[in-house]
């Protein structure tokens, strides 16, 4: 499984569309694979859940991120998990022994104006997307349980 982090140095960022990089990893089993940090090409609205989907990306974890945001993740087949802080490996550990848990959004609407990477209005693939959602589709509902960690955990014997 591909998973990315919301980057910003060594830490989680608190923004995901503007943060400055993301970590990828991937997992096979309870194990790391692979680590790699990539830029964050831009903050497009419906763009990252397009450029991280190709990659594939199974999971996103953000210390914060807007309900369009998420549903355009949902809509890709991108689980997210927010409510995240703390130090890059320190994250990377829980998930890989099934212990990473979200919370609330650590970021509010209008909140990372200013912050990271800019945001604007873009056409991804013929499609228009204008204040964080495809024109004529409405927000997709939060998804709670976040089955990339869950897979990770180990059981008891």
């Given at each position: 499984?591909?998973?990315?982090?919301?980057?910003?140095?060594?830490?989680?960022?608190?923004?995901?569309?503007?943060?400055?990089?993301?970590?990828?990893?991937?997992?096979?089993?309870?194990?790391?694979?692979?680590?790699?940090?990539?830029?964050?090409?831009g903050?497009?609205?419906?763009?990252?859940?397009?450029?991280?989907?190709?990659?594939?990306?199974?999971?996103?974890?953000?210390?914060?991120?807007?309900?369009?945001?998420?549903?355009?993740?949902?809509?890709?087949?991108?689980?997210?998990?927010?409510?995240?802080?703390?130090?890059?490996?320190?994250?990377i550990?829980?998930?890989?022994?099934?212990?990473?848990?979200?919370?609330?959004?650590?970021?509010?609407?209008?909140?990372?104006?200013?912050?990271?990477?800019?945001?604007?209005?873009?056409?991804?693939?013929?499609?228009?997307?204008k204040?964080?959602?495809?024109?004529?589709?409405?927000?997709?509902?939060?998804?709670?349980?976040?089955?990339?960690?869950?897979?990770?955990?180990?059981?008891?014997?």
């Amino acid at each position: 499984m591909k998973i990315a982090i919301s980057t910003e140095g060594e830490l989680v960022s608190a923004h995901f569309g503007r943060c400055p990089s993301f970590t990828t990893l991937e997992i096979e089993g309870n194990k790391l694979v692979k680590k790699e940090v990539i830029d964050n090409p831009g903050h497009h609205p419906g763009f990252l859940p397009e450029f991280l989907k190709e990659r594939g990306i199974k999971c996103i974890i953000a210390g914060g991120m807007g309900q369009r945001a998420q549903g355009l993740f949902t809509e890709a087949g991108i689980e997210t998990i927010v409510g995240i802080e703390g130090e890059i490996d320190g994250v990377i550990k829980k998930v890989l022994d099934g212990t990473l848990e979200g919370g609330e959004s650590l970021c509010n609407p209008g909140v990372g104006r200013g912050y990271g990477v800019e945001r604007t209005d873009a056409t991804i693939k013929g499609k228009e997307y204008k204040g964080g959602r495809e024109h004529g589709k409405e927000d997709a509902k939060e998804q709670n349980n976040h089955d990339c960690v869950k897979n990770n955990k180990q059981e008891d014997v």
